[in-house]
């Protein structure tokens, strides 16, 4: 069985202030992770995904997120938030290729000036 | 590449009727999945299509949901008779077999209101 833990519902930045959305996962085989993100009106979007191989990934729109088995966690970052990057962020996990995705409850990142 | 369509965008019902969901995969994608989110709630598996046959079906909540995806193409979800439970947003993803299967492409969803 498979779970995501997202902790914050919801998270508020400052516009050119550091992002980061925590992400914690179970899983009882090696976890395939992602990051989505849901702009208003509009369906997910993947952001970036770890598989194998590096543990530090970068994805779309300055986001990067790090694979730390030790701590189960799937963090995700970027160094200067910009208005556009006000939406809903979720991390999912999957059992690999061609599995479901088990989601998080999802954190609404919201950016003020 | 046209990405992953659903019809209709917003359905509204009253408790008791009827309503079919659509989803159109991209092209190729051999691997087509449902998801629904509940207000307030995560995102959760409802079932799996590889081609046209139901690969895992474990998310299903009851026997008021039926899934077909005749031709291995677009897929229909129909919620007979609906309850006020089944509000929710239904979201379809696909993704390709073998090399890139990992990667699943959502369409916009429909939302769903049974009154």
């Known amino acids: 069985a498979q779970s995501v833990t997202q902790l914050g519902s919801h998270v508020s930045v400052s516009e050119g202030a550091l992002v980061l959305l925590r992400c914690n996962y179970s899983?009882?085989?090696?976890?395939?992770l992602f990051w989505y993100v849901q702009y208003p009106n509009q369906g997910l979007q993947l952001l970036l995904k770890y598989t194998t191989g590096a543990t530090l990934v970068k994805g779309i729109n300055g986001f990067e997120a790090e694979f730390k088995k030790s701590e189960t966690s799937f963090h995700l970052t970027k160094p200067s938030a910009h208005m556009s990057d006000a939406a809903e962020y979720f991390c999912a996990v999957s059992a690999g290729g061609g599995n479901k995705l088990t989601f998080g409850t999802g954190t609404q990142l919201k950016v003020e000036l | 590449e046209a990405g992953v369509t659903q019809f209709p965008s917003h359905s509204v019902i009253e408790k008791g009727q009827t309503v079919t969901l659509r989803c159109d995969p991209i092209?190729?994608?051999?691997?087509l999945y449902w998801y629904r989110r509940v207000m307030g709630k995560e995102i959760k598996f409802l079932l799996h299509?590889?081609?046209?046959?139901?690969?895992?079906e474990s998310g299903m909540p009851n026997n008021r949901f039926l899934a077909e995806r005749t031709g291995g193409t677009y897929s229909t979800l129909k919620v007979q008779p609906a309850e006020l439970e089944d509000s929710g947003v239904y979201f379809c993803?696909?993704?390709?077999?073998?090399?890139?299967?990992?990667?699943?492409?959502f369409g916009p969803g429909t939302r769903l209101t049974v009154l």
């Open positions: 899983s009882s085989v090696p976890p395939y």
């Open positions: 993803a696909s993704s390709r077999q073998g090399e890139g299967t990992d990667t699943q492409y």
């Open positions: 299509f590889v081609k046209e046959s139901k690969q895992d």
């Open positions: 092209s190729g994608h051999d691997n």
